[in-house]
Structures are given as structure tokens and as C-alpha cells.
């Protein structure tokens, strides 16, 4: 089991950027694949970017391709999203998840709230 802790939401304008962070515990977390997600009020929670164990690429959703950059430090037991030109489209609950080669999802921080004022 790995436990993850996002921080680095908060409130910004568009145009602007935020990095969020995802900490996690455990000494396995090399091991996890993992992922960004976020959900806006009255919709349905969709993947941002995720580690492929495929390929080992980085799958990011069409929106968000350009601007957002997923980064991950073991050494640190870290996972970052970095945002650049923000748009108000993006504000929701970003949440981090982790899990194992061939499972589904199933380790999830509480999320950080990202707010894009116009």
C-alpha cells in the first residue's frame, strides 16, 4: 500500500501555472504506476496523465496536451503536474493515484483544489 498526499492547488488567473505535488509513503513507490485526475463540480472524474506500463510513456488527455507536464521523483517519493496556461476549464479537484502493473487505481490522495479565475 502506498498513502499519497497532494498539495499545491489553490487559486489562480488564467494564463497563470501551478505545480502540484503528490507525496507518497512507502518504500515500494518505485514500483507504482501513477496518475493525475481531476474532477469538476457536476462532472465526471477524468485522467489528466498517467504512466503508461506499456510503453513507459506519459498519456496525457487532448486538453491538457502542451501545458501540462507530469514529472516524478523517487529519490523524493514525489509525483509533480506541472500546469502552465491555465484555463478556467481546468479548475476542478485534482487527485493522485497510484497502482500496480496490471491493476487498476486503487491507492488515492484527498485532492487539492485548482481554481482558474477568467
Known amino acids: 500500500q502506498v498513502q499519497l498526499v497532494e498539495s499545491g492547488g489553490g487559486l489562480v488567473q488564467a494564463g497563470g501555472s501551478l505545480r502540484l505535488s503528490c507525496a507518497a509513503s512507502?518504500?515500494?513507490?518505485?514500483?507504482?504506476?501513477m496518475g493525475w485526475f481531476r474532477q469538476a463540480p457536476g462532472k465526471e472524474r477524468e485522467k489528466v496523465a498517467a504512466?503508461?506500463?506499456?510503453?513507459?510513456?506519459?498519456y496525457y488527455v487532448d486538453d491538457v496536451k502542451g501545458r501540462f507536464t507530469f514529472s516524478r521523483d523517487n529519490a523524493k517519493n514525489t509525483v509533480y503536474l506541472q500546469m502552465n496556461s491555465l484555463k478556467p476549464e481546468d479548475t476542478a479537484v485534482y487527485y493522485c493515484?497510484?497502482?500496480?502493473?496490471?491493476?487498476?487505481?486503487?491507492?488515492w490522495g484527498q485532492g487539492t483544489q485548482v481554481t482558474v479565475s477568467s
Open positions: 504512466e503508461s506500463w506499456i510503453d513507459g510513456n506519459t
Open positions: 493515484a497510484a497502482r500496480l502493473r496490471g491493476q487498476e487505481y486503487k491507492n
Open positions: 512507502g518504500r515500494t513507490f518505485s514500483s507504482y504506476l
